[in-house]
């Protein structure tokens, strides 16, 4: 049976070294659930060690976790990345460290903080993450979807760090589910049609940096259940599903 979900699939923690260090795992979610949202997306930058802790703080409080990751291509493309299966997401987030190199000065960038799911400082991920990957956006791209992975450009209208930004097109063929539209366009526009969008669905999510920016917009799907598989259906407009674009 088809039901409605209210999405924000592009969530910084505290991990990322610009997200604030109030987004920690309890403060997400319980922001999460006043804007009521039922599934939400871990996407910090080039990481993902701060996935288990929103996922077992999710569950207490009924939000549905993705984990994932917001990838910067060597061109400086955002590519926001999701996953079902936490092996998956492990073995995409080896791909992205042995194509990420050099080392984070907190001072200039940010703290780093891996958490549990209480909120605990548990460690300190000393990787450069607001560093750009080796891999272009199409090795990217072809990387997550080899492993089930749903692959969405990250804020295409904005002009800094996105696909149409950095390169000026979306290259032909490339396999995106679809592109983002950040919550400045979305407010900004009564009609949600993006003339850069080539015929590539278009959703729209918070990413957030600070508590109050989650689900600042967000998409509602009508899908079954709560998979990449149907997120995809919905996408692609396949068996009844579908989205609408929420501000
Ligand atoms: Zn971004
Ligand atoms: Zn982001």
Same mark, same amino acid.
């Given at each position: ?75 400086? $493309? ?6 079902? =299966?936490?092996?998956?997401? /492990? @073995?995409?987030?080896?791909? *992205?460290? +042995?194509? %990420? ?49 749903? $692959? ?6 904005? =002009?800094?760090?996105?696909? /149409? @930004?950095?390169?000026?097109? *979306?290259? +032909?063929? %490339? ?73």
């Amino acid at each position: 049976m088809i039901n409605r979900f209210k999405f924000d699939l592009h969530i910084h923690t505290c991990l990322s070294p610009c997200g604030d260090l109030e987004m920690v795992p309890t403060k997400i979610i319980k922001r999460a659930k006043l804007k009521g949202l039922d599934v939400i997306g871990i996407c910090d930058h080039n990481a993902s060690e701060n996935v288990k802790a929103v996922k077992k703080a999710g569950e207490l409080e009924n939000v549905k976790v993705l984990g994932g990751m917001e990838v910067t291509s060597k061109e400086e $493309v955002h590519i926001l990345t999701l996953f079902d =299966e936490d092996e998956d997401l /492990i @073995g995409f987030q080896k791909i *992205i460290y +042995e194509n %990420l190199h050099g080392v984070n000065n907190d001072e200039l960038f940010g703290y780093q903080l891996v958490v549990d799911e209480n909120d605990e400082i548990l460690d300190t991920n000393n990787r450069l993450l607001i560093g750009a990957t080796e891999l272009s956006v199409e090795e990217i791209v072809e990387k997550a979807r080899s492993l089930n992975g749903l $692959v969405i450009a990250s804020h295409v209208d904005r =002009e800094r760090f996105s696909i /149409i @930004g950095q390169l000026g097109f *979306i290259p +032909e063929g %490339l396999d995106l589910d679809g592109l983002e539209l950040s919550a400045r366009y979305v407010f900004g526009k009564k009609n949600l049609d993006f003339p850069m969008a080539s015929g590539f669905p278009l959703v729209t999510f918070s990413d957030a940096h600070y508590i109050d920016d989650i689900g600042k917009t967000s998409t509602t799907f009508f899908i079954n259940d709560v998979k990449i598989s149907e997120i995809k259906k919905a996408l692609s407009g396949e068996d009844g599903r579908k989205l609408e674009m929420q501000n």
